[in-house]
């Protein structure tokens, strides 16, 4: 039961992380290094929440798994996430780490460019992470499928996500407008939606067995 509850908590603690520490507005030296020299903290407290996220997400992934013969597909690209997702948090959380609290006018030209790159390697996983998120979506929609009719309704919708989600992975890699960054958020929030609402369902499927045995129990020793 709490391994069928850990993709809520994964989607809530996720959307905490990245509220206290958005990231700079740019890519820029200069903007990420005044960016985590104000929010290091901010940075490191997102990589602590976003690891215990990825956790309760990776325990979920396993429990949702045993639903159907896809289920392994779920297991793989979970995984994948889990691990690129890591890189980017990671990377941001190093610079947190760094520059928290360090004056501007103390940081050489060098280090600004070392900056730059290490924020750009967290940029380029969480890209990446952006396939695999389909990925997912597009595993949990086929264990959907097999399942009882709810559940194939909601794999249509599934269905549709997955469609979405690998329209916006290379829209982000190219975009560099604001509204490409605007339309990762939403879909990005459209994901742990999914991941949500999949926890509620595997969440009330599992009570709901655990029920039935005691119902036939009770019928059998009535007189």
Request: glycine residues 10%; hydrophobic residues 60%.
């Amino acid at each position: 039961m709490l391994g069928a509850a850990g993709g809520a908590v994964f989607a809530i603690t996720i959307v905490v992380a990245f509220v206290i520490a958005p990231g700079p507005s740019s890519a820029a030296d200069v903007k990420v290094i005044d960016y985590y020299t104000n929010h290091g903290n901010a940075a490191i407290w997102q990589a602590v929440l976003g690891g215990f996220g990825l956790v309760c997400f990776v325990w979920f992934a396993g429990v949702f798994s045993r639903w159907s013969p896809a289920g392994p597909a779920v297991l793989v690209s979970a995984a994948a996430m889990a691990a690129l997702y890591s890189v980017a948090l990671g990377a941001w959380e190093s610079l947190g780490e760094n520059f928290k609290d360090v004056a501007v006018a103390d940081v050489s030209s060098e280090t600004y460019r070392d900056a730059h790159f290490l924020y750009d390697v967290g940029v380029g996983s969480a890209h990446m992470a952006l396939f695999m998120d389909a990925a997912f979506v597009g595993a949990t929609t086929a264990v959907l499928l097999t399942t009882s009719v709810p559940r194939r309704r909601l794999g249509s919708i599934g269905a549709a996500l997955t469609a979405i989600l690998l329209i916006n992975a290379p829209l982000q890699i190219f975009g560099t407008a604001d509204w490409t960054d605007a339309v990762g958020a939403i879909v990005f929030l459209g994901l742990l939606a999914w991941v949500f609402l999949l926890s509620i369902v595997l969440a009330h499927s599992l009570l709901r067995e655990a029920g039935a045995p005691a119902a036939i129990v009770a019928a059998e020793i009535e007189p």
